[in-house]
């Protein structure tokens, strides 16, 4: 079996940048979207956890090891069926959303405390500024996509900042974040593929990928490119 290190395409000595960009590289080839499979992307991002983790070959004879770590909940197969549990789940968290394009054209920082107020009171598109829940099982992209956004994104697997959001109020949990500088993740700045609310209110401003700092992380976004081209 493969080790992580071969999986990723990196030596067992390779740097955190190393490991960062081979899991960017990987993650796209292998991408359901982009021709890969489901298994093939989950095996790329458990490698990556892994030797995040601090795996090393010689502790586990070089094979992946089978205390992997948890997969996180964009490692749920979407074909997959849900736990009994979750189904019986109908609780969720109420996430107000608002849409960073629409800061500009109303002079608006995204710094202003009253930002949720302003935008209440501003008449937006729904597309740009509303309510929605979230269930327990879905990361936040997958949540909004549930109820009918097509918030950005590109890899889906925390390797670009195209999902990137700010959480302004509430909280969300980041289980693969660690393509985020620290400096983003202090400015509560999070990854919408990834995590989802942990908190039962949560207000986050979605589309925050040309924020200094994301921009050098972003992949080519054409999913949301192409539904906003088609509106
Ligand atoms: S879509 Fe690439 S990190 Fe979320």
Redesign the pocket.
């Known amino acids: 079996m493969d080790s992580p290190f071969e999986i990723l395409g990196v030596e067992p000595d390779a740097d955190d940048a190393e490991v960062d960009r081979a899991y960017r590289r990987r993650?796209i080839e292998v991408h359901p979207d982009q021709g890969g499979s489901a298994a093939e992307f989950n095996r790329v991002r458990t490698a990556y956890e892994q030797i995040k983790a601090g795996y090393s070959p010689e502790s586990t004879n070089g094979e992946v090891a089978a205390n992997a770590p948890e997969s996180t909940r964009?490692a749920e197969d979407a074909d997959s069926e849900p736990e009994a549990d979750e189904e019986e789940e109908e609780e969720g968290s109420r996430v107000e959303y608002l849409n960073y394009e629409v800061l500009d054209d109303h002079g608006w920082d995204l710094g202003d405390e009253d930002l949720f107020e302003k935008a209440a009171e501003a008449d937006l598109a729904h597309e740009d500024f509303g309510v929605f829940l979230a269930h327990p099982n879905e990361t936040l992209?997958e949540a909004a996509e549930n109820r009918g956004f097509a918030w950005?994104?590109?890899?889906?697997?925390?390797?670009?900042?195209?999902?990137?959001v700010a959480v302004v109020e509430g909280e969300m949990d980041t289980p693969?974040d660690h393509?985020l500088p620290s400096t983003m993740l202090d400015q509560d700045i999070r990854?919408?593929?990834?995590g989802g609310p942990v908190s039962d209110d949560i207000k986050v401003i979605f589309n925050v990928k040309h924020l200094p700092g994301l921009d050098e992380?972003r992949?080519p976004?054409y999913p949301f490119e192409q539904a906003h081209m088609n509106d």
């Open positions: 993650v964009v992209l950005p994104y590109a890899c889906r697997g925390g390797a670009c900042a195209n999902c990137a693969g393509i990854l919408s593929c990834m992380l992949l976004p």
